[in-house]
């Protein structure tokens, strides 16, 4: 049984910075992709990045490319999500979820187990 759990939301001021973790748990992650996505109130979830456990190749949606990023520390089995220069638009519920598969996707429908969210707010 996967079981990922995400900590480090708050509120912080546009131009701030928060660090999102997930730690994962149940199995080894080799082979896995690891993602983070959003979903802000009245919007669909969407993708925010991914990470291969292996090789820890990385992949970003356009709005957060050259904001954000994110890594992962095999020892922890945790996953980041380093948020710089924070804006309003980015304020969401952030999910971390895993797939069985080195092939990254971008959508919610591509990966298998989700975190309970963690609330990121980004006052103007």
């Known amino acids: 049984q996967v079981n990922l759990v995400e900590s480090g939301g708050g509120l912080v001021q546009a131009g701030g910075s928060l660090r999102l973790s997930c730690a994962a748990s149940?199995?080894?992650?080799?082979?896995?992709?690891m993602g983070w996505f959003r979903q802000a109130p009245g919007k669909e979830r969407e993708f925010v990045a991914a990470?291969?456990?292996?090789?820890?190749?990385?992949y970003y949606a356009d709005s957060v490319k050259g904001r954000f990023t994110i890594s992962r520390d095999n020892a922890k089995n945790t996953v980041y999500l380093q948020m710089n220069s924070l804006k309003p638009e980015d304020t969401a519920v952030y999910y971390c979820?895993?797939?069985?598969?080195?092939?990254?996707?971008?959508?919610?429908?591509?990966?298998?187990?989700w975190g309970q969210g963690t609330q990121v707010s980004v006052s103007a």
């Open positions: 979820a895993a797939k069985s598969s080195i092939v990254t996707g971008q959508s919610p429908l591509d990966y298998d187990y």
């Open positions: 149940g199995r080894t992650f080799s082979g896995w992709t």
């Open positions: 990470i291969r456990w292996s090789g820890g190749s990385t």
